[in-house]
């Protein structure tokens, strides 16, 4: 029986005055952001909102996300956390869909945030740096926290919605605290972390890894709203930052930023890679040009964002997702569910402290990933003689051509060998004979030079005949959500280039 907003409470209790987060040159204590914590419950108990109600938390990495993530759960409330760039819509979808009470807005986006909350009938509540802190000096401080039992919503966390409208991963006080303590112990974080926060704190890797995690170890999170590669640089530099989480797109960006070496990220100690595959190339680059170990970790919504890790203590196989953690049992399974032979892929599946309680309102969806007990990730992978995984592809995005199983992860770990590639992807596209053939869309670096033709022959190369890409094509960006990951499903094929699939 415990919530997970007394992490905050024993932190202040231990060292008020040690810095907790860091906005530029706004920084709060533990103190300090305890206190405003206190007054964001009362203010939002003064709105009615009572132990279990949701609360839709709509915030960019600033210090009152925090404030209100743990004021809401102060009160034994169940925060959505949601993507500030949604329209009116979806703001309506998740805060309908989680029967949220409030709405707590940021100013940049009131209109979508007011006209979602009206259509849901929420009450909406926006966040307008000065009139914030007048509103948070009204109001009664709530300093004792809500007893929740482990099983308790803490956090309903809505998937991308890759296949349908999104769903709530529904995340218990218990699951929230095993993957604080947890992705404390595995990165031996403590009071001296300063850790950069740039990925989106409403997902779950940034509320995770990075928030909860710095939150319990005692450390200082210092804040980055938008992912600039040169912002990123120099937050390390001036902050003297011990961690960086980032997603692979972030760590290439930061690769081939032109004034690297101008700053000095020698306090950088441990970086944290999930969200999607790191190409081992990016992997190696940033090694060499950073002298900091980047560790690849693996998890979902579903699971708190954690799953596996490269303990930094064990080898490190570049590739790998690397061993289970914090109990966490894992297989790999056919689509009969039967374990599948060392070295075969298969689904990953998986149970433990990390697992959801299931997706809210949803006990179809819920029963379907459960099923026996086990959460289906729709994760390919493979497993090695030590017990290291690795991820093969998304189960949807595997293609088939002309009957064979063609995995977009392994050619596009190939295509980051070229020299001239900074990122690509490998899609299906539709074929009148094959039913799919394999097609990549590239987007070369800086001053680099390569034609579609050159990265086929290349491909051709290395490759066997049924899964090299026919179709090529270069793209100036490749669509990105929120934390940076790559979008498959919203790289257009050109019409020109569909034609020659055929």
Not at 96 to 115: K, L, N, T, Y
Not at 291 to 311: D, H, P, Q
Not at 359 to 370: D, K
Not at 457 to 482: N, S
């Amino acid at each position: 029986m415990t919530n997970f907003a007394e992490q905050l409470s024993a932190a202040a209790a231990e060292n008020a005055d040690h810095p907790a987060v860091k906005l530029d040159d706004i920084v709060l204590t533990y103190g300090q952001l305890d206190a405003a914590v206190a007054r964001a419950a009362g203010l939002l108990r003064g709105l009615g909102v009572q132990p279990g109600d949701r609360v839709g938390l709509q915030l960019p990495n600033v210090p009152y996300f925090p404030i209100a993530y743990f004021g809401a759960l102060r009160l034994g409330a169940v925060v959505v956390p949601m993507n500030p760039l949604l329209k009116d819509r979806e703001v309506a979808y998740h805060l309908s869909d989680s029967g949220a009470r409030v709405m707590i807005g940021w100013h940049q986006f009131e209109q979508p945030a007011r006209a979602g909350s009206d259509e849901a009938g929420a009450e909406p509540l926006i966040i307008v740096p000065g009139e914030f802190e007048r509103m948070l000096a009204g109001a009664d401080a709530v300093n004792e926290v809500t007893i929740r039992a482990d099983d308790d919503p803490a956090v309903i966390i809505y998937t991308s919605g890759t296949t349908g409208t999104p769903k709530g991963a529904t995340l218990m006080h218990s699951n929230v605290r095993a993957g604080a303590e947890v992705g404390r112990d595995l990165v031996d974080a403590g009071p001296d972390s300063v850790t950069v926060g740039t990925l989106p704190l409403f997902h779950v890797f940034g509320m995770n890894s990075i928030m909860n995690v710095t939150i319990r170890a005692r450390g200082l999170l210092t804040l980055v709203p938008r992912f600039d590669p040169g912002k990123a640089l120099e937050v390390i530099a001036r902050d003297h930052a011990t961690t960086f989480g980032g997603v692979p797109t972030m760590y290439a960006a930061m690769l081939h930023h032109p004034d690297r070496e101008h700053y000095d990220v020698s306090s950088l100690d441990l970086c944290i890679s999930g969200g999607a595959a790191l190409p081992v190339e990016v992997l190696h680059g940033f090694d060499d040009a950073f002298g900091c170990k980047v560790l690849e970790g693996y998890g979902l919504s579903e699971t708190n964002g954690m799953a596996t890790f490269n303990l930094p203590d064990r080898e490190r196989k570049p590739g790998s997702i690397g061993l289970p953690t914090g109990g966490t049992e894992i297989k790999l399974v056919d689509d009969q569910d039967n374990e599948v032979p060392q070295g075969e892929p298969g689904e990953l599946v998986m149970r433990g402290p990390f697992v959801m309680k299931g997706y809210w309102n949803r006990p179809e969806a819920t029963e379907s990933v459960m099923r026996g007990g086990w959460f289906h990730t729709g994760d390919i992978a493979t497993v090695d003689g030590e017990g290291y995984l690795f991820i093969v592809d998304r189960k949807k995005d595997l293609i088939i051509r002309g009957g064979y199983n063609v995995y977009p992860r392994e050619l596009e770990e190939v295509l980051y060998t070229h020299p001239a590639v900074r990122e690509a992807a490998v899609i299906g596209v539709p074929h009148d004979s094959l039913g799919e053939e394999v097609g990549a869309a590239v987007v070369v670096k800086e001053g680099a030079e390569a034609t579609p033709e050159e990265l086929r022959d290349y491909m051709k190369q290395r490759v066997a005949a049924y899964k090299y890409p026919r179709v090529v094509w270069l793209m100036e960006e490749l669509p990105k959500g929120a934390t940076g990951k790559v979008l498959k499903r919203e790289i257009e094929v050109p019409e020109a280039v569909a034609e020659t699939a055929g």
